[in-house]
């Protein structure tokens, strides 16, 4: 498996921790999971997912090709980054698409939906094992459209899927 993910699949729901979400710098998005402080925690787990567009545009529905290292893109290309456990990458090469966003009249992301997939220390899809992964925050139901498969299903999924906090039931793609 990749470096970042160890080649396992990993979910975590509200009860597992605690989600965040913002804005980032990039007029982007902000993703993170931790269990620190949590109760019954065995041992500490974060993650973190960074999205921007190119041209610090705001993030909108659509896919991201050619995305490097967030926050170090050049202005005319995506910015992504996914680290956790004491792991990321020095550089990168990803693909994201963001299936759903919105923001409140304050500008405040209030909800996400990206699957994503990420080449550490390459930019080559054969060189190098990739980590895929799908965010969710307060998303609305989860659809079977092929045209958001642009980013390719994995054998094994890894990312941060979080359960609306609305008590809405959202399943896996």
């Known amino acids: 498996g990749d470096y970042i993910g160890q080649g396992k699949e990993w979910f975590y729901q509200p009860t597992d921790g605690r989600f965040s979400i913002r804005r980032n710098f990039d007029k982007g998005v902000n993703f993170n999971f931790s269990n620190f402080g949590h109760s019954g925690s065995q041992r500490s787990i974060w993650w973190n997912a960074e999205f921007a567009a190119p041209f610090e545009q705001q993030l909108l529905p659509g896919l991201y090709e050619g995305a490097t290292r967030f926050p170090f893109q050049s202005s005319n290309n995506p910015g992504f980054s996914f680290t956790g456990n004491g792991r ?15 923001y409140d009249d304050a500008g405040v992301v209030s909800s996400f939906d990206a699957i994503f997939a990420q080449y550490c ?12 992964g799908r965010v ?3 998303a609305g139901a989860v659809t079977t459209n092929d045209d958001a498969a642009s980013v390719p ?3 094994m999924l890894m990312g941060l899927i ?5 008590g809405r039931n959202i399943g896996k793609r």
């Open 88 to 102: 990321g990458c020095n550089r990168s090469g990803s693909r994201f698409e963001v299936l759903e966003i919105g």
């Open 121 to 132: 220390e390459n930019v080559s899809a054969t060189a190098t094992p990739a980590i895929f």
């Open 136 to 138: 969710r925050y307060n």
């Open 153 to 155: 299903e994995p054998s």
């Open 162 to 166: 979080a359960l609306s906090f609305f």
